[in-house]
Nanobody, 129 residues
Framework: QAQLREYGGGSVQAGGSLRLSCSASERTYKMNCKGWFRQVPGKEREAVVVSDSDGTINYADFVKDRFTLSQDNDNHLLYLQMNKLEPGDTATYYC???????????????????????WGQGTEVTVAS
């Protein structure tokens, strides 16, 4: 059974918005570090936003003031609200979690992707110019 599953990807015009959802098992949702990564074909995975259990949330510079992470603790859901989308945001987006603290693998939102143990299957986002 998948521990993380993403929903909500799709196609949108530049300047538009999408909201991604991630459903997590209770065990996975309680992990210390959760967030979203993305990957463009041919490029490395990069963190979009990571959230630590101490309340710290770090966004990548390229999404600051455009994307917002939120959580539904009662239902074990993680959301990524994406506004002012740009063609450069076109990628597969992944929900991730790990029992380690975010600081163990990240400096801010600059993270070592391979260290994160739990990944969803990904959802594709396409932004047309």
């Amino acid at each position: 059974q998948a521990q993380l599953r993403e929903y909500g990807g799709g196609s949108v015009q530049a300047g538009g918005s999408l909201r991604l959802s991630c459903s997590a098992s209770e065990r996975t949702y309680k992990m210390n570090c959760k967030g979203w990564f993305r990957q463009v074909p041919g490029k490395e995975r990069e963190a979009v936003v990571v959230s630590d259990s101490d309340g710290t949330i770090n966004y990548a510079d390229f999404v600051k003031d455009r994307f917002t992470l939120s959580q539904d603790n009662d239902n074990h859901l993680l959301y990524l609200q994406m506004n002012k989308l740009e063609p450069g945001d076109t990628a597969t987006y992944y929900c991730v979690a790990d029992p380690a603290r975010c600081d163990d693998y990240c400096e801010g939102a600059r993270c070592y992707a391979d260290a994160f143990g739990d990944w969803g299957q990904g959802t594709e986002v396409t932004v047309a110019s």
